[in-house]
């Protein structure tokens, strides 16, 4: 099992948990990203340079994700792409993405983007929060602890 990052988007804080993470549990996680990212120095800890474009990193994960592995992302699509290869995926607010939900998100997000190009001013996803931050590594730590 590994855990992928598309670490463009992902805060900073859920970083830091990913990396005490993958040292505690001796798990190998990837950042990906379209420009470089600083790790600490560690085995477990890699980071993956892809170039600059739409979806770019977000293919590069679906590409190399596994069945059992473990993607975070805010990303539905990429998402959904991890779910259909079997993967598990891990927003990080802390929401996980199932084969029972990620239609409904995908619909959503459709909706959502059919109102920003009709004008409608949809707003914003709301502030990062402690309790997010919590939500998060509970989540992590569930999922490291089950797939043990």
């Not at 979806?55 to 473990?70: F, H, K, P, Q, S």
């Not at 539905?76 to 792409?81: K, N, Q, S, T, V």
């Not at 929060?129 to 490291?144: E, G, M, T, V």
Request: charged share 30%.
């Amino acid at each position: 099992m590994r855990i992928w990052v598309d670490a463009d988007a992902c805060p900073n804080v859920i970083k830091d948990i990913l990396f005490r993470a993958a040292d505690r549990a001796h798990v190998t996680l990837t950042l990906v990203a379209n420009q470089p990212v600083r790790i600490p120095p560690s085995p477990y800890i890699k980071a993956l340079q892809v170039p600059a474009g739409f979806d770019v990193a977000d293919d590069r994960i679906v590409e190399l994700t596994e069945a059992g592995d473990l993607v975070i992302t805010a990303d539905i699509p990429l998402a959904a792409g991890v779910i259909e290869k079997g993967g598990h995926a891990l927003d990080p607010r802390g929401e996980t993405y199932t084969k029972d939900n990620i239609r409904e998100r995908l619909a959503v997000r459709k909706l959502m983007d059919e109102l920003r190009s009709g004008g409608v001013d949809t707003g914003g996803p709301a502030t990062f929060s402690n309790a997010d931050r919590q939500a998060f590594a509970n989540k992590l730590d569930r999922f490291l602890s089950d797939s043990r």
